[in-house]
């Protein structure tokens, strides 16, 4: 299926990423992990996100949850694969991407299922441009975010720390 043809893409090729997931898998050294979860839901997507100084070098993700969060994140890190990692590619993404992803009517009937994995994606690619901005400022880090502190507010969907027991026991995936 080409994006092209967006707004209907074959729900067979949904139920095919949601069985054999792309890029999927924790990075064990991952400069950013971004836990996102949908309470309405109990949907679960990981980021994690490596770079090298200025340059995404990979994002892979894990989660569990329902077919439509689960396929969505998969079509879209494999996009942004395909598509060569930009950091300003994906804060630009919205809604309407993934629209194209896994159609319309998809998304307008799962909204925060559609764009768990879209809003998870952006908040790791923040959270790292924030952490690299206070390294390039001479900020010495703590090992650990404080409570709260790199996690932006997206209504329906938590992002950062509590987001895996905001969204609950989940949905297993078993690709």
């Known amino acids: 299926m080409s994006i092209d043809e967006g707004c209907h893409p074959d729900l067979e090729w949904i139920a095919e990423h949601f069985r054999r997931p792309r890029h999927f898998g924790a990075i064990?050294?991952?400069?950013?992990?971004?836990?996102?979860?949908?309470?309405?839901?109990?949907?679960?997507?990981?980021?994690?996100?490596?770079?090298?100084?200025?340059?995404?070098?990979?994002?892979?993700?894990?989660?569990?949850?329902?077919?439509?969060s689960q396929a969505g994140a998969s079509?879209?890190?494999?996009?942004?694969?395909?598509?060569?990692?930009?950091?300003?590619?994906?804060?630009?993404?919205?809604y309407h991407h993934m629209e194209q992803l896994l159609?319309?009517?998809?998304?307008?009937?799962?909204?925060?299922?559609?764009?768990?994995?879209?809003?998870t994606l952006k908040g790791a690619v923040r959270a790292w441009q924030r952490r690299r901005a206070l390294q390039d400022g001479g900020v010495l880090l703590p090992s650990a975010p404080p409570p709260g502190g790199e996690t932006p507010e997206i209504p329906g969907i938590v992002l950062g720390e509590g987001a895996r027991e905001a969204a609950g026991p989940g949905i297993p995936h078993d690709p």
């Open 28 to 68: 064990p050294d991952a400069d950013i992990t971004m836990p996102g979860g949908n309470p309405g839901c109990g949907d679960v997507v990981v980021i994690y996100l490596k770079a090298d100084g200025d340059r995404l070098l990979d994002l892979r993700w894990e989660g569990q949850g329902c077919t439509v």
């Open 103 to 119: 159609g319309s009517e998809v998304v307008k009937a799962r909204p925060r299922c559609a764009t768990l994995g879209l809003a």
């Open 75 to 94: 079509m879209l890190l494999d996009e942004v694969h395909r598509a060569g990692l930009s950091a300003e590619a994906i804060l630009e993404m919205d």
